[in-house]
């Protein structure tokens, strides 16, 4: 590698589209999922071979709104419920890594 080890990868991407239900169209669906959720499983998988070899470590920043829900903003919480998910698998994997990988989600709110 040109720069070194990769040590850590934070995954904070995300776009936030106020749209209930009956206005989401599959593009804004899309839209959201491919930022939100897609961007952090390819960045991930692309990282993991880097992240194994130096120890390192993965977050994920999401929104508490994955688990809460707000009925304006359905796309974006299915997305970050998505990430909370994805996070939770991809930590019992860490564990199966020889030496295990730290994995975490950060989740908070925004006042």
């Known amino acids: 590698m040109k720069f070194g080890t990769l040590d850590i990868m934070v995954n ?49 920043v999401s929104s508490v709104a994955g688990k809460t829900g707000n009925i304006l903003l359905n796309t974006n919480d299915v ?14 994997e860490a564990l199966n890594v020889a030496p295990p990988l730290a994995y975490n989600s950060v989740t908070g709110q925004i006042s």
């Open 12 to 60: 904070c991407a995300a776009i936030c589209l106020v749209d209930p239900l009956l206005e989401v169209t599959p593009d804004r669906w899309d839209q959201v999922f491919d930022v939100n959720a897609r961007g952090a499983f390819l960045f991930t998988r692309l990282a993991m071979p880097a992240l194994i070899a130096a120890r390192g470590a993965v977050v994920n």
């Open 79 to 92: 997305a970050e419920g998505t990430n909370l998910y994805f996070t939770q698998i991809r930590a019992r």
